[in-house]
């Protein structure tokens, strides 16, 4: 891991997903968690303090390490108690098939380098009655702009961690088994290149 990665790239992260309109995002996504949560990009734990007192349990899954030292942090002013796996979620998680009650999927699939792999073992993990809450950055309907997201994508995945600007969140979770039952799309203000937004919940189908 070079110098950008481990020093620069998890306070960007932070500082970018701070803002108020992701901020307003995920406290009208976050609260509706119940259960079981498993959190996949749980980053620098920005949503653990929207969890209500009906979540029982978080676990909290992000490839840096970084990033989950500051989530760590944050864990003292949860409400509720949080577990730390270290692994990638392409990866077998440590959890019991069928035993999580809510996943939560903040800005995560754009940057996941085997979505498919991840969205296999959300569905595995998950109850037939759970729930995947996604909100989550991705291609636009608008030509004009998905050609900007597919010329930028190369470069913005070297300086953003991954991160692609033109996934289409809804067939990607339909290809892996779930269906969506509730999905807003819409663009936050700026760059429409980087701000079509999916916000919605799918099921196990």
């Known amino acids: 891991m070079g110098f950008y990665s481990k020093y620069v790239l998890p306070g960007l992260i932070d500082l970018a997903m701070s803002n108020k309109d992701t901020t307003r995002l995920r406290a009208e996504t976050v609260p509706q968690a119940r259960g079981r949560v498993l959190e996949i990009g749980i980053g620098s734990g920005l949503n653990l303090r929207l969890y209500s007192p009906e979540v029982e349990h978080v676990y909290g899954l992000d490839p840096s390490a ?73 291609r636009s309907p608008d030509g004009k702009v998905t050609a900007w997201q597919d010329q930028l994508t190369p470069m913005w995945k070297r300086v953003a961690g991954g991160c692609h600007l033109n996934r289409e969140i809804d067939t990607l979770l339909e290809r892996a088994g779930f269906k969506v039952v509730n999905l807003k799309t819409f663009y936050l203000p700026g760059p429409r290149p980087m701000t079509y937004t999916y916000q919605g919940i799918a099921q196990p189908a």
Do not use: Y
């Open 66 to 138: 970084e990033l989950q030292q500051m989530a760590a942090k944050k864990t003292s002013s949860a409400r509720v108690p949080v577990t730390f796996p270290q692994q990638s979620a392409e990866d077998r998680l440590p959890i019991d098939d069928s035993s999580i009650d809510t996943v939560v999927m903040t800005w995560t699939l754009c940057s996941i380098q085997n979505p498919r792999a991840a969205l296999e073992q959300v569905k595995r993990v998950l109850k037939t009655d759970g729930r995947l809450i996604v909100v989550e950055h991705g």
